[in-house]
C-alpha cells in the first residue's frame, strides 16, 4: 500500500492546477470541511451544500493559501465555518422579513436604540481584540468559543497537541483580558 500525501503536500499541488491532487484533498478535507459546515447548521442538506461551496471554492483559491498561516486542515475549517454562519445569518434575516411583512413600522424607542448602539460598540471592540491576536490564537478561541469545540476536539482539528491548544486559550484570553480591560480574578 502507497502512503497517502499528506494534506500540505496535495495543496502545493492543487496551487498549480493538478486535479488529481484536488481529488485526493477532497477526499481527505470533505469529512472535515461537513462536520464543521453541520455541526453550526444542524440540517445535513444546508451543511452538504456549504461544504460542496468551500470546496470548490478551495479549488478556486488554492494559490493564495498560506501555509504560514496555519494548517490546510485549519484554513478549510475555518472557511467552512465562516461560509455556515453566512447561511445562518441569512436564513435569520429572512425569517424575521418574514415576520415584519405585513406588520406596522414601529418607532424604536430611544432605549432600545441606546442599547442597540452599546451593543455594536461592544461588537467592534471584540472583533478589534480578535484581530490583534495572533491567526494561531484566533482559530483556537474560534473553534472553542464561537464553533463550540472542546480543547481536545479543537486540537485534533488542527493536528496540534493538547497542551499546546491549551497553551493557545490560555494565551490568547489574556491577550483579550488585557486589549478589552477586563479584569482577571
Do not use: C, N
Not at 4 to 19: F, K, W, Y
Not at 120 to 137: F, H, I, P, S, Y
Not at 158 to 181: C, E, S
Amino acid at each position: 500500500m502507497t502512503p497517502r500525501p499528506d494534506v500540505e503536500r496535495l495543496m502545493s499541488r492543487v496551487a498549480l492546477g493538478d486535479e488529481g491532487a484536488y481529488a485526493q484533498l477532497y477526499d481527505r478535507l470533505a469529512p472535515t470541511v461537513f462536520g464543521v459546515a453541520l455541526r453550526v447548521l444542524r440540517d445535513r442538506a444546508r451543511a452538504e451544500e456549504v461544504a460542496q461551496e468551500v470546496m470548490v471554492r478551495i479549488w478556486q483559491i488554492a494559490p493564495r493559501f498560506d501555509a504560514g498561516r496555519g494548517s490546510v486542515k485549519a484554513w478549510a475549517a475555518t472557511m467552512a465555518h465562516r461560509r455556515a454562519v453566512d447561511v445562518v445569518r441569512s436564513v435569520e434575516a429572512s425569517r424575521r422579513r418574514e415576520q415584519t411583512d405585513g406588520r406596522q413600522q414601529l418607532v424604536v424607542p430611544f432605549d432600545e436604540a441606546a442599547e442597540t448602539t452599546e451593543i455594536a460598540e461592544d461588537r467592534r471592540k471584540v472583533q478589534k481584540a480578535m484581530g490583534e491576536l495572533t491567526e494561531l490564537q484566533r482559530q483556537a478561541v474560534v473553534l472553542t468559543y464561537f464553533d463550540g469545540l472542546t480543547y481536545r476536539q479543537a486540537a485534533e482539528l488542527l493536528d496540534t497537541p493538547l497542551a499546546t491548544m491549551k497553551t493557545r486559550m490560555r494565551d490568547a484570553l489574556l491577550k483579550l483580558r488585557a486589549t478589552l480591560g477586563v479584569d482577571h480574578e
